[in-house]
């Protein structure tokens, strides 16, 4: 499935697309989501995962060794818009999770914390590879619910 849209290059840069099948429905896209804040080796090169609820469903700090840097994370959640933001602490980054249910479209930028979008210098196929991971677990979630 080719899932760049017009993006140029190895990096994400100002952001990359990624389209899931409308079948899914958008609660278990959502759902995938979740994981990826909790359970991010699922998705990621990451190790020594801590989390902690600050609020519940809304405000999650996260703390993880991402290729030997040690990253920490303010994550907020936004289910009425299928957005998460995670804010990196002691960094201008805050890197955008966000599922766009009426067109299937889900998109991961960086913007600084003024909200901002900025070039994210990170390789689209680990992007990519998160992105593939949320649509298996949310098409996983569809056949235990049959």
């Known amino acids: 499935m080719g899932n760049t849209f017009s ?9 990359v697309q990624y389209q899931l099948p409308l079948t899914i429905p958008a609660e278990n896209v959502w759902a995938a989501m979740i994981q990826k804040i909790y359970h991010p080796e699922k ?6 995962v801590q989390t902690i609820d600050i609020v519940s469903g809304r405000h999650i700090y ?9 990253m920490k994370e303010d994550v907020y959640l936004d289910p009425a818009n299928y957005k998460i933001r995670f804010e990196v602490i002691d960094d201008d980054a805050v890197h955008i999770n966000i599922y766009h249910p009426d067109t299937g479209v889900a998109e991961y930028y960086q913007e600084n914390k003024k909200g901002e979008r900025i070039i ?6 680990m992007v990519f590879h998160a992105m593939s991971q949320t649509k298996e677990m949310a098409e996983r979630q569809m056949c235990k619910a049959h």
């Open 7 to 15: 993006q140029e290059g190895d990096f994400v840069n100002m952001g």
């Open 43 to 48: 998705f990621l090169p990451v190790n020594d």
């Open 62 to 70: 996260r703390k993880m060794n991402f290729l030997g840097f040690i």
């Open 120 to 125: 994210w210098p990170v390789p689209k196929t």
